[in-house]
């Protein structure tokens, strides 16, 4: 018997030829002379000077299913077909629709030039869902209307007195809230400044640099993007306000009288440098907020979410001597914890934040708890089978447990705006009419299907989106006339619905 080796440059498992039982007669095979480079052909590549022995097998053809493209044939096939869907057409969202009889409507966020969903971003759970609809859509619900009501108090009196935080079940819409927050105030003439994610500020993703001036570790380049993204909102109202003061730098002086947008431009031109130079976004951005903090013209929003994330006992950056770096250790966190806490405060404005509940790296500390009044069991209330739905008590217990007297006094005077558990009957009808009208409910939508996803959910606004309304995408897709209800069944999932 025979083996007969690959060729290719990759190894291919032996092939074992059998040959007859008669004599084979041996035969050598001799080296031959290589091709000059000058004769070789351009046939394939050659790298380094060396032809590869089988030029055939990474040619574009034997690569299957890799780089060949659709046949335009295909797009006639009923599935594509139906996805040609006009887009949704909904009212505009706007501060004159926040208001009681609306409770229940569907409104879409229309596109701006200064749209802070654009500039900002927004949590990973929100931009899913822009991603799969057609056009940005929101839910006004009942607790829109409350918080509504609330920034329009604090648009006359201190941010000391309006310091709130979005607390609930995790998916239970704090994040889309504080969303509609920051629409709803920049329709308003409000400055608003929103961290979709306030976990980069301490997870060690950005770069940070020892301070001796203020004993702290300055994060310049997410300083930098900070301001560069609320020039880019706020440009109109801050080319309006001018320093109280000047600001001496280290090469150059700021005078008094430059717009706050002419103090933020030089913090984004100039704010990142080397070392030596030293870096100017964060002592900027620090003189920024406290010009805000002194006009009284308009008043300032300052929106954070994954906000239990800069009360998180250590963050993930570390010291020279791999020692990890407590939050308010970090210049944008204890910016964030000074005006969260009081310390520095918006002559008319608010702070408002939004906890994640359902992170489990970044649990809720047991001061921000104390603060707020919530528990020891608020992590992780969706639970399990086990909990019965009652939750899963965490590890952070009674008044024994060990407190952080620095971040007792951060979180102190911070109120909590408690969410619903879920969608009322009016809410879920609409996000059901807004995904169908969208083509992502399938099959046969009828009442019977709302009520039964509404009901495997138990309201909640993300499991009725997720695992109820798009779980209806699962199986084999039907054709537009199964679709119409022309021919045949829907999916399996939809007929004991059907023949009903």
């Known amino acids: ?25 041996s035969e050598r095979h001799y080296a031959k002379p ?53 887009p949704l057409d909904l009212p505009t969202f706007s501060p004159n629709l926040i208001t009681e009889p609306n409770i229940g409507k569907a409104v879409q966020y229309a596109p701006l030039n200064n749209d802070p969903i654009k500039w900002f971003g927004t949590p990973k759970n929100l931009l899913l869902e822009h991603r799969l609809l057609s056009q940005r859509a929101s839910i006004i619900r009942d607790v829109t209307v409350s918080a509504a009501r609330i920034l329009d108090e604090a648009s006359e009196t201190s941010s000391e007195r309006t310091r709130i935080v979005l607390t609930g079940r995790p998916g239970c819409g704090k994040s889309s809230l504080l969303l509609q927050a920051v629409r709803y105030t920049l329709a308003k003439d409000w400055v608003v400044i929103y961290i979709p994610r306030a976990r980069q500020t301490i997870n060690s993703t950005s770069t940070y640099t020892y301070d001796i001036r203020t004993q702290t570790y300055l994060q310049p380049h997410f300083a930098h993007e900070t301001l560069r993204r609320t020039l880019a909102v706020n440009e109109k109202i801050l080319s309006e306000m001018r320093m109280t003061g000047s600001l001496a730098l280290e090469k150059r002086e700021i005078p008094s009288g430059t717009t706050l947008a002419g103090l933020a431009e030089v913090g984004v031109k100039e704010g990142l440098g080397t070392t030596a130079q030293g870096v100017l976004a964060p002592v900027i951005l620090e003189r920024l907020l406290l010009e805000l903090g002194k006009q009284k013209r308009n008043p300032v929003l300052l929106a954070v979410d994954d906000f239990q994330c800069i009360y998180t006992p250590m963050s993930e950056y570390r010291d020279p001597h791999f020692s990890r770096i407590r939050p308010y250790h970090l210049s944008v966190p204890r910016l964030l914890l000074e005006y969260a806490s009081g310390k520095r405060t918006f002559y008319r404005g608010a702070v408002v934040g939004a906890i994640t509940a359902s992170d489990p790296e970044y649990r809720t500390s047991v001061e921000l708890r104390d603060a707020l009044k919530l528990g020891p069991d608020l992590w992780d209330l969706c639970g399990s089978s086990k909990s019965r739905g009652e939750g899963v008590k965490s590890g952070i217990s009674g008044p024994l447990e060990k407190r952080n007297k620095v971040f007792v006094e951060y979180a102190k005077g911070l109120r909590s705006l408690q969410l619903p558990k879920g969608f009322t009957l009016p809410e879920a009808a609409a996000a059901f009419e807004v995904w169908m009208k969208d083509g992502s409910v399938l ?3 009828t009442d019977e299907l709302l009520l039964s996803k509404y009901t495997e959910s138990a309201g909640n606004p993300r499991d009725f989106i997720w695992k109820g309304l798009l779980s209806s995408l699962e199986g084999v897709p039907p054709s537009v006339a199964e679709i119409k209800g022309k021919v045949g069944t829907p999916w399996p999932q939809l007929r004991e619905m059907t023949l009903s």
């Open 1 to 25: 018997m025979l083996v007969r080796a690959s060729t290719r440059s990759y190894p291919v498992r032996a092939t074992i030829l059998p040959l007859p039982s008669q004599k084979c007669k």
């Open 34 to 86: 290589a091709t000059p480079a000058s004769r070789q052909t351009n046939a394939f590549k050659n790298r380094g000077g060396k032809v590869s022995k089988n030029p055939k097998a990474f040619s574009r053809k034997s690569r299957v299913g890799t780089f060949r493209s659709m046949n335009p044939a295909s797009l006639s096939l009923d599935i594509f077909q139906f996805g040609k869907l006009p």
């Open 443 to 445: 099959g046969n939508p």
